[in-house]
T-cell receptor
Framework: KNEVEQSPQNLTAQEGEFITINCSYS?????LHWLQQHPGGGIVSLFM???GKKKHGRLIATINIQEKHSSLHITASHPRDSAVYIC?????????FGAGTRLTVKP | DTGVSQDPRHKITKRGQNVTFRCDPI?????LYWYRQTLGQGPEFLTY????????KSRLLSDRFSAERPKGSFSTLEIQRTEQGDSAMYLC?????????????FGEGSWLTVV
């Protein structure tokens, strides 16, 4: 069983919709990362959080440490948000990655 | 500083050949990671360095794989006697470790195709 599970694997939305991607992890962590990967491979770190909630523009990330669960929300989605979103659990010296959620936002 | 850079971005090689990838981390970062990513999967940890010391290696890193960070700056990942199963993207990342939790910065990745 993967230590980091993401859902859904694939998500298609219409422009303007509110999007939620979920992440569950089974190990104790020092931080939870949300990453964005575009075609071609480049990865950008969106959030690093260890408690509560963070917001950046239309993106919101939340984490519940007790339930070992995090969510990434995108408000007013746009086609340029189309990418793979990866959840990664950081602990000690390492990170464990989820398989990613492929998001497609249609105009 | 332009971030984490990797070279080459793409490499096609024949089975059995050796390949080497280079990673230049963000200059003040003391930690450097190598990951492997296959299509449709999240990155998998291979190894990491704290300065020049290689502190952990995944069991994915067979004896055909070797990584170095000789001066605590750039790093190389060499794959000897490549196999078709080595075809993947090899990602490098770096971070500055200060206390608990640290932002990690990724390179663009080096795509390897073994034919």
């Amino acid at each position: 069983k993967n230590e980091v599970e993401q859902s859904p694997q694939n998500l298609t939305a219409q422009e303007g919709e509110f999007i939620t991607i979920n992440c569950s992890y089974s190990v104790g962590i020092s931080a939870l990362h949300w990453l964005q990967q575009h075609p071609g491979g480049g990865i950008v770190s969106l959030f690093m959080l260890s408690s509560g909630k963070k917001k950046h523009g239309r993106l919101i990330a939340t984490i519940n440490i007790q339930e070992k669960h995090s969510s990434l929300h995108i408000t007013a989605s746009h086609p340029r948000d189309s990418a793979v979103y990866i959840c990664a659990a950081g602990f000690n010296n390492d990170m464990r990655f989820g398989a990613g959620t492929r998001l497609t936002v249609k105009p | 500083d332009t971030g984490v850079s990797q070279d080459p971005r793409h490499k096609i090689t024949k089975r059995g050949q050796n390949v080497t990838f280079r990673c230049d981390p963000i200059s003040e970062h003391n930690r450097l990671y190598w990951y492997r990513q296959t299509l449709g999967q999240g990155p998998e940890f291979l190894t990491y360095f704290q300065n020049e010391a290689q502190l952990e290696k995944s069991r994915l890193l067979s004896d055909r794989f070797s990584a170095e960070r000789p001066k605590g700056s750039f790093s190389t990942l060499e794959i000897q006697r490549t196999e078709q199963g080595d075809s993947a993207m090899y990602l490098c990342a770096s971070s500055l470790v200060q206390g608990s939790g640290n932002t990690i910065y990724f390179g663009e990745g080096s795509w390897l195709t073994v034919v």
